[in-house]
């Protein structure tokens, strides 16, 4: 699956920008953050052609199974981060990155 994926992205970034400047190294570095980091689309404007979105910031809020944050994408591709209850001064923010309806033993292997 990983080279399906690799060869993907080489195969768009050539058809957008000709030679490719990029290492294999580099190339590698990316598709590990994607796949650590980054939000399926699967609805909105790109509900016909799902992707992969990277939002920085989400990206550094810890994860909790018991979180107090919960998201909602928009139409517009934002994420927005809401507080499921009162965060004190101090408290970290946590935020769940798999679904609770997947139960704990589907969410333990997605997350591996």
Do not use: A
């Amino acid at each position: 699956m990983y080279t399906s994926i690799k060869v993907q992205i080489m195969t768009f970034l050539f058809s957008q920008f000709g030679k490719l400047e990029y290492s294999e190294q580099e190339i590698d570095r990316c598709i590990g953050i994607l796949k650590v980091n980054g939000m399926k689309l699967e609805s909105g404007r790109l509900e016909q052609n799902p992707g992969v979105v990277l939002y920085p910031i989400y990206c550094l809020i810890n994860s909790d199974c018991v979180s107090n944050t919960n998201y909602i994408k928009t139409g517009n591709l934002e994420l927005q981060l809401r507080s499921q209850k009162p965060i004190r001064k101090g408290e970290e923010i946590t935020t769940r990155y798999v679904s609770s309806t997947m139960g704990n033993n589907r969410r333990r292997q997605y997350l591996k």
